[in-house]
């Protein structure tokens, strides 16, 4: 008779533990790369360049000054009583700050010269005051010369 019966001293057979090693090797492996992409800069390295490039920009600041125009009130033509009230400042190089400075009146009369004749319909357009900014600004350049003012800053521009 064959023996069919199992006998109680036979152990299961154990499971392998090479996938297990398998894993933890895969595991260790793809940590330390992904550890050297990101430490590296192969991965997130754009944000870290333009965080350095913006502290760049932040701790050199270029060599500018301000000169600040004084408040202007200018009569607008067509027979109406309205008024335009404009302060303004100028960005300058700072080497010509003074030069700008004295010629400070002549800016003020091209300005006024130029907010007089602009019609007041334009005025109340949204988007003239972008279009009257650049125009200022150039007919400022003309005035105090190629590369002293760098910018014309809008601080107050009021329709009355």
Same mark, same amino acid.
């Given at each position: 008779? @064959? =023996? ?7 152990? /299961? ?31 997130? @390295?754009?944000?870290? #360049? +333009?965080?350095?490039?913006? #502290?760049? =920009? ?5 060599? +500018? @000054? ?6 202007? &009130? +200018?009569?607008? %033509?067509?027979?109406?009583? %309205? ?13 010509? @700050? ?6 400070? /009146? %002549?800016? &003020?009369?091209?300005? =006024? ?16 005051? &972008? ?9 400022? #350049? ?7 003012? %760098?910018?014309?800053? &809008?601080?107050?521009?009021?329709? =009355?």
């Amino acid at each position: 008779m @064959a =023996n069919t019966e199992k006998s109680g001293d036979e152990v /299961p057979q154990k499971k392998s533990k090479m996938p297990l090693i398998i894993g933890f090797v895969l595991m260790l492996l793809l940590g330390g790369g992904g550890f050297y992409a990101v430490h590296s800069g192969l991965i997130l @390295a754009a944000s870290d #360049q +333009i965080q350095q490039g913006a #502290q760049a =920009n932040h701790d050199a600041l270029p060599d +500018i @000054a301000f000169i600040a125009l004084e408040p202007m &009130v +200018i009569s607008l %033509r067509g027979g109406t009583s %309205r008024h335009l009230r404009f302060t303004g400042q100028l960005e300058v190089a700072a080497p010509y @700050a003074k030069d700008v400075e004295l010629l400070k /009146p %002549r800016v &003020v009369d091209v300005l =006024n010269s130029y907010l007089r004749a602009v019609d007041v319909r334009d005025l109340e357009d949204q988007t003239t005051l &972008v279009r009257l900014r650049a125009q200022m600004l150039r007919r400022v #350049q003309l005035v105090t010369g190629e590369g002293r003012v %760098r910018d014309l800053l &809008v601080m107050e521009f009021v329709l =009355n």
